[in-house]
């Protein structure tokens, strides 16, 4: 599972009203390397949480993210900040490890890197 | 195919190892995926700017569609309820994130973070109560309901679906209304069996745009069933296509250039290679033949 699926996910567990973001519990983390498309990259960074994506990062070992979310001109003309925002979006793995929700503390185990998200019968 | 899987058994049941396996060696299925994940990524109608998109895939399984979208550049993410299937996704080295899910229990996606989203052979699964806590309807509503709210504006979702009879596909059209979406439903080849195809195209957001026309042999206009946006009238006019077929047996003198000529068009219609009529078509021959 990559940060930028990370990013996206949320807790769905009945009565859990904000289970965004979920905290990650790193085991296992590799690198893959992906083509670099600004384009994508650009078309991306509205939809992402940028709180979430920097501390995702940090968990799975990346820590190159500025704090603070960039501003539009940034993103048009520095290029080193793009490939940074590529690295950890689309070539951070996690294989091994666990997706924590933030209200309830449950665990999402992730294997083979595909979480699993599969609520019990009394969670839905 | 002798059976419905969706009658056998419930999905992560039904696709174990071995059936994970087999569904993705056929090299029939292969090819068959892959054309329905190019229709529906057609059907998508994404915009042609050249900038991939962050698509979503229902009932991933094995990777097959997946494969499809990242050919044509664009990354993506698969949900699957089976295990075994995905692992043969993962040996197979997809290029998309995979999670382990039941689209029943709703997606679990933050709004407005995909672009598009597609599903081959998977939404029918929906439709059976595997367990005696499901109730299909509001398995349908949790999937339709948060699907809608994780889709951008203007998005659209582009299901191939094998429904068992009317009443399913109304169920299913009737609860993607109830979510919020309007759309149609593209029929390829409706007067073949054997080929034809159905897609639920579902359009959310207030973005106009047209539904395309499905496939058909000869020019004629297909079956596409548009569907209101407007909430107070979800009306959903569905009828199943039955042409009436025009019958008549070759009189007694021996079979007719028109009866010939009737059964080729027939034969064309279901998409076959039929030579063309000339004026030697239906001429009388030598006794010998």
Redesign the interface.
């Known amino acids: 599972?990559?940060l930028?699926?990370h990013?996206?996910?949320?807790?769905?567990i009945k009565g859990v009203t904000n289970?965004?973001p979920l905290r990650i519990e790193a085991g296992n983390v590799i690198e893959k390397e992906?083509d670099f498309?600004p384009?994508?990259i650009r078309?991306?960074f509205a939809?992402l949480?940028w709180k979430a994506l920097v501390e995702g990062a940090r968990s799975m070992g990346y820590a190159e993210l500025p704090e603070d979310s960039p501003d539009a001109a940034v993103l048009e003309s520095d290029e080193s900040f793009l490939k940074k925002l590529h690295h950890a979006l689309?070539e951070l793995h996690l294989e091994e490890g666990a997706l924590v929700c933030p209200k309830t503390g449950r665990k999402f185990p992730v294997n083979?890197?595909?979480?699993?998200?599969?609520?019990h019968?009394d969670e839905? | 195919m002798a059976n419905r899987p969706e009658l056998l058994a419930p999905p992560e049941i039904f696709y174990d190892e071995t059936e994970a396996r087999k569904y993705t060696s056929s090299s029939r299925i292969v090819d068959i995926q892959a054309k329905l994940s190019e229709r529906a990524l057609e059907l998508l109608a994404l915009p042609e700017d050249g900038v991939p998109r962050f698509l979503l895939d229902i009932g991933c399984g094995s990777g097959l569609s997946g494969e499809t979208i990242s050919e044509y550049g664009h990354h993506w993410l698969g949900l699957d309820i089976s295990a075994s299937m995905l692992n043969v996704a993962v040996e197979r080295e997809v290029e998309g994130d995979l999670l382990l899910g039941d689209m029943g229990q709703g997606l679990g996606l933050r709004p407005g973070v995909i672009d598009g989203a597609i599903s081959i052979s998977a939404v029918q699964w929906l439709c059976n109560a595997d367990k005696t806590s499901h109730e299909p309807r509001l398995r349908l509503k949790a999937f339709f309901g948060s699907l809608y709210r994780c889709l951008s504006r203007g998005a659209r979702a582009v299901f191939q679906v094998y429904p068992e009879n009317i009443k399913q596909r109304e169920l299913i059209l009737r609860q993607a209304l109830q979510a919020g979406f309007g759309g149609g439903l593209v029929v390829d080849y409706p007067h073949s069996t054997k080929k034809r195809k159905e897609f639920l195209v579902l359009t959310c957001g207030s973005v106009q745009t047209s539904i395309q026309t499905g496939k058909n042999e000869c020019d004629e206009g297909c079956s596409e069933d548009d569907f209101s946006e407007d909430e107070e009238s979800g009306m959903v006019s569905m009828s199943d296509r039955n042409r009436p077929r025009k019958r008549q047996k070759p009189n007694k003198k021996g079979k007719t250039r028109e009866w010939i000529l009737r059964k080729k068009e027939q034969s064309r219609r279901k998409g076959n290679d039929v030579p063309a009529d000339s004026k030697y078509t239906g001429r009388k021959r030598k006794s010998c033949f």
């Open positions: 599972m990559r930028i699926t990013n996206m996910l949320s807790c769905n289970g965004f992906v498309n384009d994508f078309h991306m939809k949480e689309l083979k890197g595909i979480p699993n998200m599969l609520l019968e839905v």
